[in-house]
């Protein structure tokens, strides 16, 4: 029978199945090298796009993902990485930063000043050759800084935990000032894009009196009645009934976003934040766990999407330069950032440097905030090209270099804060 004649919505489903397939093998191959899941997966999705796949005759990355099916392909991706940043929102409990600010907010404030300033530097040399034709210099330079800055809070939660240093002084206070940057990155962001996308001024401070209202009626109205329902879920047992409404909260609030004009997923990540966080283990247990379970099933879609929007051959030699000047700036602002400023408060050298290679991991949440870039139309296919490979060789370097650094928990370094999932 023609491939032609098979239904769609059956093409999806099978390329589904060829992408959670290849992508267990990648990471039980990725745990042989102590590398986080998502590092095999983003390298999945490398591997069956052009970059690897797309070298044979053939084009068999079209023959495998049809263009007419990469649609309903991303549809599926989206509904990942939705359920993702609630979680990410859900887990950034900044409330447990009282009374240490004085010390981690300028370790998380150079952390985020220091690669903003060097990536920018940087994506003025990269301005001409790597934007869209309409992107202004303005909205290409704050967007690429910003991309710099970022560092992925679930994946250092996972190469904390994987590390054995999630009760140690370097892990926490990695935690803590990932947290404190990634809130500020995506409030960022989201002015970014209303400039980005406003026809007008009056257009952007539209844009910007809705979603501060949005962000209002998620603070005093949806916070409360997730308050209440959680409490009622709780007297009657309901986790599954609590589950499927904070499902569809996610999604409405996603959706609410989208309308007013910033990226569906801030509304999914302003969800999470809202989320209570007072219903101890159990509430996470019985609700998170399966949010997260659906989305850790989904995402590797995402890497798959992904990866077939990326050409490493496409740069050329002349990419392999600016490839390496994007990894050195990235590393370089991250590193200095965070651990300068570590050893200025006391901490030793080692620390110091093991906290500047936790904050240059930057995995998942670089990908998701880069797709939003080529899907606005900020940055080019050679630009999203090299912010991959830097978000994916910044992310594996972290256990090679945590292990050559010999960073050992010791039981008199003090606690900051606790990871939630550890």
Known sequence: MAAESVPLVNVVTANVAIVLVIAAAMVHVGRRLSQPPV????????MLGPSLLGLLPGDIPERIFPHSARPMLATVAEIGVLLFMFLIGWELDLARLNGRKKILLPIAGLSMVIPFLMG???????FDGFRQDDTSVEVFVFYLATAFSITAFPVLARVIRDTRLSKTAVGATALACAAIGDVVAWCVLVLLLAIADASSMGRFFLVVAATVAFALVVALVVRPLL??????AADRDQ???????????VFLCAYATSWIGVHAIFGAFAFGLAMPRDGGPTLFQRVGVPLENVAMLLLPVFFIVTGLSVDVGSLGWSGVFMVLLVITVAVVGKFTGAAIPARISGMTWRSSCALGVLMNT??????????????????????????????LVTTAMAGPLLRLLRVVPRLDETVLVHDQRA
């Open 239 to 249: 986790a599954g009934a609590l589950m499927v409404l904070v499902a569809a909260g």
């Open 362 to 391: 930057r995995g998942l949440t670089e990908l998701v905030i880069l797709n939003v870039g080529i899907q606005r139309g900020i940055i080019n296919g050679e630009m999203f090209t090299m912010m991959v490979i830097m978000a």
């Open 39 to 46: 590092v095999a997966e983003i390298a999945a999705g490398l």
């Open 227 to 232: 308050r209440f329902a959680v409490r009622r």
């Open 120 to 126: 920018s530097g940087a994506a003025i040399l990269l």
